[in-house]
């Protein structure tokens, strides 16, 4: 039996119960942390212990830290293919970050026609559409759900935030972890959420290959595939970022061609400057007109 002493609190058993399903009851309050290790059901004995796993933890945790700013150019291509919809679009975009509360991402259709501009701080967001002359503002979770949002593919980046996932930390405090042959997974809550993920590090480099996040059901709602790690200051961080999301059937496939990081950001970054005939659309009057006109652009 294996426990974690301080802010991870991890034991280890041989169980029946199935460790997604004992994770779920874990994460809504109901049975104490554990953890169902498929490599000692095999005999076998974890190579590393709790201990050690947490310090890992928070070395990567503190050389993600190192990324307080950074700027980026990258190529997003959104594709999703259902019984009453076919959409295939690629644009090029430029990012700024001040980590971790503000986001900002400019899209381009064609390499240099404006499609959008999203701007994000905290929980608040504001999506400027050039074509509509529109801007929108509202929460994040109230933005997920608009129609428009979701025709276009922005549902899923707003799930997939590349600020959070470019320089993600591991999550520290109440979680589950499963060595198994593919990896380390760590189980963990998310915050102002209702659903949980787990994250599969790989054992050789510590570093996330892939993401599943689940609702409180156990239904997936969005996958993550990290590849080509490269080193920004202090720590990798990924220039491959494959998404899914299941609820929309949006692919998105992201690849960063350039990263500055900890550079100067003037505070104008993190405004959206709109004509003064823009229409500022509240999210619920925006739901109203998508229903009125499915098909508008």
Request: charged share 25%; aromatic share 10%.
């Amino acid at each position: 039996m294996y426990r974690f002493t301080g802010r991870t609190r991890c034991i280890f058993r041989t169980a029946m119960c199935c460790t997604v399903g004992i994770a779920l009851l874990f994460l809504t309050g109901c049975v104490k942390p554990v953890v169902v290790h498929r490599d000692q059901e095999q005999g076998l004995q974890p190579s590393f212990s709790a201990e050690e796993l947490e310090n890992r933890i928070e070395q990567f945790n503190q050389r993600r830290d190192s990324i307080k700013t950074f700027t980026m150019s990258l190529t997003m291509s959104i594709s999703r293919v259902n019984q009453r919809l076919s959409l295939s679009k690629c644009f090029h975009c430029e990012a700024v970050c001040d980590v971790p509360n503000r986001f900002r991402m400019k899209g381009y259709a064609g390499g240099t026609v404006p499609a959008f501009d999203l701007l994000m701080k905290s929980r608040k967001i504001q999506l400027y559409l050039p074509t509509r002359n529109e801007l929108i503002r509202g929460t994040r979770s109230r933005f997920k759900n608009l129609a428009i949002v979701k025709k276009h593919g922005i549902s899923a980046v707003l799930d997939a935030n590349l600020a959070d996932l470019f320089v993600q930390k591991l999550p520290s405090k109440e979680i589950f972890w499963e060595a198994t042959a593919d990896g380390i997974w760590l189980y963990s809550d998310i915050s102002h959420s209702h659903s949980w993920q787990r994250t599969l590090l790989d054992f050789k480099t510590f570093l996330p290959v892939r993401q599943e996040v689940f609702s409180r059901t156990g239904q997936m709602l969005l996958e993550v595939q990290f590849a080509d790690y490269r080193q920004v200051e202090q720590t990798y961080c990924p220039f491959k970022l494959d998404i899914s999301s299941t609820i929309d059937n949006f692919m998105i496939k992201i690849v960063i061609g350039s990263v500055r990081a900890n550079i100067p950001i003037a505070g104008g970054a993190f405004s959206i400057h709109v004509p003064d005939d823009v229409t500022k659309v509240p999210p619920r009057q925006v739901e109203t007109k998508i229903q009125e006109s499915p098909d508008s652009p």
